[in-house]
């Protein structure tokens, strides 16, 4: 059973290391402990729909289906104080039961929803608190591989499925699709489409926008079948309308990917940089000679010391980590990963090449144990947020994509606002960053930060806002888009318009109106209502 008010399956959790403790300690001051509130004490109001047999109204399902993922929503989940509940919950198996939904949206003027795994971190499938009434669609029970085309690595599924079932799925068939979002558990098809979600291995297997061919789209006024072409001249290309549409141009219902045969062999690696410069050198110069890795991931020092602390290797080999320092010599170690996939040979080729150009720029590869452990974990990081809030942490994520000429000057910038956003309460952050994605052109920088959360829900909700805002003001400010990988929803709503710019603006509105006139689907998303 997934937890209803934090990440993850009941019974799984991720505790602390003590030497990550003592981290935290040290950087930002032990926490004031918080405990959740049980679900009994949250009280939706009574629902404004109408009863329909597709439709469940229980307080359960409202509660379930009220906040995503982002630290803002745990917190007020936690604290029971929720803005918003949909007013019903309904579970489609059927691309005809999505059909009669939007009709009953449209005939009860009710906003619709589309819900895939819920793990926006953007307030995505929040209600809008002054919208009556809600309709969220949960798609969890379309999620089946309907057809698989072996011939042509082609495979169409219910947009419900998530990751773990979508890959078991193939897997049975020898194929994958190669996308693994952190949220890989419980995210769905559905939504890493209509969010233009990056998997962790998209340097080799593309991200979603490459492995989505085609699908179906039920939209207020009629079907939108995109169907699977290889490619096609036939004027510009609606996938990419769907792609990043957050739900407010119709319900994806089912999708056809590009997948690929499992890889015979594939490992992760690590090495270690004695800074910063030479780790980005080395980085761009494997991105832009394309070495066929699936993965390259290089932490910053303050990331690398994160790492150490959270996995407690310096507890448990403190001789090893001190040679490799001194052997090292440089002023802030920054760990690098990749991995490589396919034949014996095509792995053995690509960890050669990767080496020499790590050689090349000062760095000291480590081989494959701590890279196979990061791939085992990788999955498990998220449940950690849970141990930190109990002890008053809170740890949230700021992400965005800009050319390597910027990569440091903005990661500083990001790294140093953060620190001092909260100085006037007297409060530290500590800020840590990777680059996560790669590119010819640029790479996707991630930071996290983490901060006390203050002794009750309005302390920690008003310091996640400064700490938001400050992240999203400086991206902007560095010639960084607004979102990499997590979209828009509502947070990053504001910043839009600099982005795509005002006619860009009045395009996206004319497209969401052209398909959805009355503007029930989901509203206040990606666009202004
Ligand atoms: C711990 C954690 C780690 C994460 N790591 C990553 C990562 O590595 N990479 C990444 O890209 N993102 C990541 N995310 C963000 C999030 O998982 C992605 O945005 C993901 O794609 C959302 O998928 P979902 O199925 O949960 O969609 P939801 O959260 O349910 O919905 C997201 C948006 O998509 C719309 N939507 C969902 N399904 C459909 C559908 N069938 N039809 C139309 N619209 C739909 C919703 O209306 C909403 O606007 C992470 C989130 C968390 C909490």
Redesign the pocket.
Known sequence: MRRWNE?GAEGVTYPLKQGLISFLEREIGPGHPWTPVPMESVKPPPSALPSHPLVATDDESRIRHAL??SLADVIRLWSGAIPAFPDGVAYPLADEDVETLIRFALETDSAL?????????VG??NPPPDRKPILTVD?SRMMTLEALDAESHLATFG??VTGPRLEAQLRAHGFTLGHF???FE???L??????R????QSLGYGHIEDLFAGGR?ITPVGLLELPPFPDSAAGPDLRQLILG???RL????QATVRIRPVPRHESFFAALFPNWDSGLAAMREIAQERLPLSMMRLSNGAETRAFIAISGIEERFPGPMKAIKKLLGGDEMCLFLFAIGGTRRKVRAGRIATQAAIRRHKGLSIGRSIGERWRKDRFRT?YMRRSLLERGWGVETAETAVPWSRVTRLMKALETALRDALNDEGERVYPFTHLSHSYNDGAAVYTTFIFRLGRDADTALARWEKLKTTACRVITSHGGTISH???V?TYHLPYMEAEKGKPGMEALRAVASALDPAGIM?PG??LPW
Request: glycine share 26%.
């Open positions: 990440w995503g993922q929803i589309p819900y895939g795994g819920g793990t926006s971190v995505g499938i798609m947009a419900g979002p952190q949220s419980f995210s769905t559905g939504g890493w489409i209509a969010t979600s990056s998997g962790q789209v549409s957050e739900g119709g319900v994806i219902t998220p990988h997590h979209g929803g989901n998303k990606m």
